[in-house]
């Protein structure tokens, strides 16, 4: 599980856009705009008639997006997700419709992967995030307090909006969810406001891609590769990709910690491998690349079998390739 | 300033005091006096071959001063140059840019260009900051006594905006350099041409401006408990760029002008330099005085070694030396993200001069006294969007004030002591922010 998804892998994505001398007064125009927003840098690129038009309904996204970290932040002390963190222990804590839609998005998650992914896990990433920046590794006392916190079952979700917590010390992290579900939030105010081509991109780990730019199939998105052998891409039309991968192996140090925490074992999970799902939105693809980094790909490649319009790839340093295809397809840049 | 037009507001106006015309375009005599008159200090920008002309127009045109802009290749004359310019000129000041700075920038990771194919942004891990911090502190060891003096290329970008221009001022003035900003040919047009627009938007830098002018440079120098060694200064070097990026507060030395005593105080060294028998003894003696060593692909025999290795993981082996103990990496570094990370490990929380949260986008600098007291920390927010920070700084301080260009000084912040440490939370920076750090 993840607590910040800044640690993952960019993703590059590719625009092919029109050049400015072959521009009519029909040619669609690009507008980019940039903003950092729950702690990594979301930026959206969109074709309109006007620039004026990408331009109002790009800060209108934006403005989506601000208020899902004002929804979901473990940081601010005022969000959604902070009261709810503090309360839901002692009585049944009514939550915005966004905040409960994530959640119960992120249960079925975890009922979907038997409890890999898990958003509970919240007190075992603050453990091992403390040791990623200076402090001691956690004693297996502290760890096993931490995992007694742990447990998605532990929560109880009342529709249309009420969630109570089944543990005194439970504490919801949603930063393996919340970006992809910011992105779709921001997306569908895209649409809202005329625009139908666009990419959303948050911090490289997960992009959304609506329709394609003027003359194109798609949007070309290069995926994450830590070999730098292979340079795997997919043409994405209404889509969306995510990537995971852990933390890099410290240089210095006997013991690596990481951001991403296995429940069952309550560590950081030892993979060197980078996953990048396509589905056909962001809370979805998020969600899943956690879930399929967790489970390593025999397992990951049996759960993404039974599903449709997922396609998947682990890719690990030295080169060693996984995939699985019921979705987009993944072409391969370089021929090993 | 830079200025390239054939005429140019009133210093008084447009808020700077001194303005540097180039050389190259002739820095007409008429333009020199022009800018004199309109109430300027004026350098004028040379290439090392024609400074000898320039030098003698600026003496003769009551300029302050000449800057050599010198690329890397040539430093090697410069120093020669240098000395004979000051012998003939002295009343005139000499200094050196370096042409080596780029623009001051947060950055994501889509990359558009326009009918071309497209390249992989940052290897490392987002927010990406483009910083000329890691170039400023060398060049505050290699150019002394001079303040550090750069320039950047604006990136390619169809339109500057007041945050632009005011990041750029906001980073030289926190670093405590000195820099020579383009302003673009469309905004320089408009303030010629007394354009509501161009003004608008100067008068926007303007606070930027002065705010950075009232700095303390020159009265403390940077805090370090980092000291990186090398052979060379390389202003390219991305281990460098990584650890200002992480906020390790750091010092570079060059391998041949080391001396024992400078290295007193640092908790961890990095050696990047090639070391022979002499350095090696001190960087042992080091070491025996409680500080960790880190050496990087230094191959060879050192003293060290004759104390019992313990192999770290595949990359790293550990000598225990005195109190203190070396790590040699066995290769160059591979990854500059995570070896910052793993300084910052190696420092712990104990030794952590400074440590912010909620602070990705912002670099801060810890500036202390000649007793080597903390008193000042200044703060750069690349995001120009406002955010909350909250500080820990080592030291126990009884009293903490913020400024910042908008709200001028001070705010009184809440200080928060504990172990050795002070904490304190800065409201809210939108691209500069200065703390006052006072003890009893």
């Not at chain 2, 990136?155 to 302003?183: K, N, R, W």
Request: aromatic fraction near 6%; charge should be negative; glycine fraction near 6%.
């Amino acid at each position: 599980m993840r607590f910040d998804k800044r640690w993952a892998a960019a993703l590059v994505v590719v625009i092919l856009s029109v050049g400015s001398s072959a521009q009519s007064s029909d040619t669609p125009i690009l507008v980019y705009k940039e903003k950092y927003i729950m702690g990594t840098v979301f930026e959206i690129a969109a074709y309109a008639e006007s620039s004026e038009k990408a331009s109002a309904a790009i800060d209108k996204a934006f403005q989506e997006i601000v208020r899902m970290d004002d929804l979901m932040s473990n940081y601010k002390p005022e969000s959604a997700l902070s009261r709810l963190n503090r309360s839901a222990h002692f009585h049944t804590q009514k939550v915005p419709p966004d905040l409960y839609r994530v959640i119960e998005q992120a249960v079925q998650f975890s009922r979907l992967s038997d409890g890999k992914f898990d958003i509970t896990v919240a007190p075992l990433v603050n453990l091992w995030k403390a040791a990623l920046s200076g402090d001691s590794m956690p004693s297996p006392s502290q760890r096993q307090q931490a995992e007694e916190c742990v447990g998605y079952e532990k929560i109880e979700l009342t529709p249309p909006d009420q969630i109570t917590f089944r543990s005194s010390c439970m504490q919801l992290d949603l930063g393996a969810i919340g970006k992809g579900y910011a992105v779709d939030r921001a997306g569908e105010m895209l649409h809202s406001s005329g625009i139908c081509n666009a990419s959303i991109n948050s911090g490289g780990s997960t992009i959304l891609a609506m329709g394609s730019p003027p003359g194109q199939r798609g949007w070309l998105v290069h995926l994450r590769d830590p070999s730098h052998k292979i340079d795997p891409y997919v043409m994405l039309k209404d889509q969306s990709v995510s990537t995971s991968e852990q933390t890099a192996v410290s240089l210095l140090a006997p013991e690596s910690a990481g951001h991403i925490i296995d429940p069952a074992t309550g560590q950081p999970i030892d993979t060197r491998f980078a996953v990048s799902v396509i589905t056909s939105w962001g809370t979805p693809s998020d969600g899943l690349a956690t879930t399929l980094l967790l489970l390593g790909p025999e397992v990951g490649k049996s759960l993404v079998d039974g599903m449709s319009n997922v396609s998947a790839i682990w890719l690990s340093p030295k080169a060693e390739i996984e995939t699985v295809n019921h979705g987009p397809e993944i072409f391969f840049g370089k021929q090993l | 300033m830079q200025w390239n037009g054939a005429t140019l507001p009133p210093a008084s106006s447009l808020g700077v005091n001194e303005i540097v015309l180039a050389w190259e375009r002739g820095a007409p005599r008429a333009l020199l006096a022009t800018a004199r008159r309109q109430g300027y200090r004026v350098y004028v920008e040379t290439p090392l071959n024609q400074a000898t002309s320039a030098a003698k127009r600026c003496a003769e045109n009551s300029c302050v001063g000449i800057i050599l802009k010198v690329p890397e290749a040539e430093s090697a004359e410069t120093e020669k140059s240098i000395a004979s310019l000051r012998s003939a000129y002295p009343k005139l000041r000499v200094l050196l840019l370096s042409p080596s700075g780029k623009q001051p920038k947060m950055r994501g990771s889509l990359i558009i260009k326009r009918d071309s194919v497209l390249e992989v942004s940052s290897p490392t891990a987002q927010p990406w900051i483009d910083t000329n911090l890691a170039l400023i502190k060398i060049e505050q060891r290699s150019r002394r006594p001079q303040i550090p003096l750069y320039t950047f290329s604006w990136a390619d970008q169809t339109i500057l905006t007041a945050d632009d221009y005011s990041l750029a001022v906001a980073e030289a003035g926190a670093f405590h350099a000195d820099l020579v900003l383009q302003p673009d040919e469309h905004l320089q047009e408009g303030l010629n041409q007394r354009d509501g627009e161009a003004w608008a938007l100067w008068n926007q830098v303007r606070s930027t401006l002065r705010f950075s002018a009232h700095t303390s440079a020159g009265r403390l120098e940077p805090a370090a408990n980092v000291a990186v060694i090398v052979d060379q200064l390389d202003t390219s070097d991305e281990v460098t760029n990584l650890l200002s990026r992480h906020n390790i507060p750091f010092q570079a030395f060059i391998a041949v002008d080391l001396k024992t005593e400078e290295l007193k105080g640092f908790d961890i060294v990095i050696v990047f330099a090639k070391l022979n028998a002499e350095t090696a003894e001190r960087i042992n003696n080091l070491a025996s005085a409680a500080a960790t060593v880190v050496v990087v692909d230094g191959h060879g025999t050192y003293p060290w070694q004759s104390s019992q290795p313990v192999q770290l993981n595949e990359h790293t082996t550990s000598y225990a030396v005195g109190s203190g103990k070396v790590l040699e990496l066995r290769g160059p570094v591979s990854d500059p993200e995570t070896f910052a990370q793993d300084i910052r490990r190696l420092l712990g929380k104990q030794n952590a001069l400074l440590s912010l949260w909620n602070g990705l986008t912002t670099i801060a600098v810890p500036y202390q006294d000649r007793g080597a007291r903390m008193t000042l920390l200044e703060l750069v927010n690349y995001a120009g969007e406002p955010l909350r920070l909250q500080v820990q700084v080592k030291g126990s301080f009884t009293m903490i004030r913020y400024e910042t260009p908008e709200h001028g000084c001070c705010e009184s912040l809440e200080p928060v002591k504990h172990d050795g440490f002070t904490e304190f939370v800065i409201p809210e920076i939108r691209i500069a922010g200065r703390v006052h750090l006072e003890s009893p």
